[in-house]
């Protein structure tokens, strides 16, 4: 295992957030992380679909990450902007999100996210994403 990955997972069990929807970190790679998201009715609105607070969580995370994969060494990330467009109602069991970077530079990082809601052989993109993310230097 790389350092960026460790780093992406340490990183990723400390969110409070991810660990309280359910969320689970599937892969890193060089510009691209995925993020699985089980189905469960805590997560759901008012008609039963995942919310959409919860799908654009996820999927701001794995962009976020995927964005930290190509941060300058000593270096954070925090998202500025993002926009969200869903396709479809999150219906499935389960959803993957994923995100990857489309240009990385010094201070920001542009991305884009997408999420899959699988059920059975069933996959449909419900939500896509294009994010900015910052390259922050943490306080020492």
């Known amino acids: 295992m790389t350092d960026i990955q460790d780093r ?3 990183s990723f069990t400390a969110q409070g957030l991810m660990h309280t929807l359910g969320a689970r970190l599937l892969s890193v790679q060089d510009g691209e992380v995925q993020i699985e998201l ?16 919860a799908i654009t969580s996820v999927v701001d995370s794995a962009c976020g990450y995927a964005a930290l994969t ?20 999150a219906i499935g069991e389960r959803f993957i999100a994923t995100g990857r970077v489309e ?3 010094k201070t920001l990082t542009v991305c884009r996210g997408e999420v899959v809601a699988i ?3 069933s996959r449909k993109v419900v939500a896509l994403m294009q994010a900015t993310i910052v390259n922050v230097k943490p306080n020492a």
């Open 8 to 10: 992406i997972e340490t």
């Open 38 to 53: 089980p189905y469960s009715t805590t997560l759901s609105q008012q008609l039963g679909y995942v919310h959409a607070g």
């Open 70 to 89: 190509k941060a300058p060494a000593g270096h954070e990330v925090v998202t500025a902007e993002f926009k969200t467009n869903f396709a479809r109602p």
């Open 103 to 105: 240009t990385a530079g």
């Open 119 to 121: 059920s059975g052989e």
